[in-house]
């Protein structure tokens, strides 16, 4: 196990090969394929609910996505208010007219991250600055929209993105909350839902 490894099992996200659980993986594959053949280059995770974590699944799949391309995929942790990731950046300087902090997790997988909380607000021109600037570097780019709803954000954050997958958890998340959720994304960038758990 490698320290980026060890690095994610920390904040408490394994890295799941098909040797470990072909489902699993083969579920992350399959999504990989789904939206490589939409061609959406730039996809937002939107949590259903406080109850789901992002990054466990974002992970899994950029590196299906590497997988399945060859290519490198970055994984945003768009939130710079709450960054889920730091722990993984932390002491890394961020760019030079950025919030981010660059980690390569394995492969051709980027984390960007935010290496400490940042101001409220400053969470969608920053992640407009990455997507602009970063579209040539990376072939897909997975975007962590967790928290932008708290901060009324959510839509603009959306808007930058190409396509957006929501994540619900399996036996947790209710019809009614997927409805409403569904309901507020632009049906043009909705596509669809992840069951995670």
Not at 38 to 52: D, H, N, R
Not at 173 to 197: D, H, K, M, W, Y
């Amino acid at each position: 196990m490698g320290p980026e490894d060890r690095g994610l099992r920390g904040l408490g996200i394994e890295v799941i090969t098909d040797a470990e659980d072909p489902r699993v993986h083969g579920e992350c594959v399959r999504i990989a394929r789904r939206v490589r053949q939409l061609q959406k280059k730039v996809i937002g995770l939107v949590p259903a609910s406080a109850e789901v974590a992002v990054p466990p699944l974002a992970v899994q799949l950029g590196l299906a996505l590497v997988e399945l391309s060859g290519a490198t995929v970055a994984f945003v942790d768009a939130n710079v208010r709450w960054p889920a990731m730091s722990a993984l950046v932390e002491g890394e300087p961020a760019g030079t007219d950025s919030l981010f902090a660059t980690r390569w997790l394995r492969g051709s997988l980027a984390l960007l991250v935010p290496p400490r909380a940042g101001d409220a607000g400053a969470g969608v021109p920053q992640l407009k600055r990455l997507i602009e600037h970063g579209a040539e570097l990376f072939a897909h780019v997975l975007v962590d929209l967790t928290g932008f709803d708290r901060l009324g954000e959510h839509l603009s954050a959306v808007a930058l993105c190409e396509g957006v997958l929501i994540v619900a958890r399996a036996g947790r998340t209710r019809e009614p909350e997927l409805r409403r959720l569904a309901g507020e994304l632009p049906s043009e960038r909705n596509l669809g839902v992840v069951l995670i758990g």
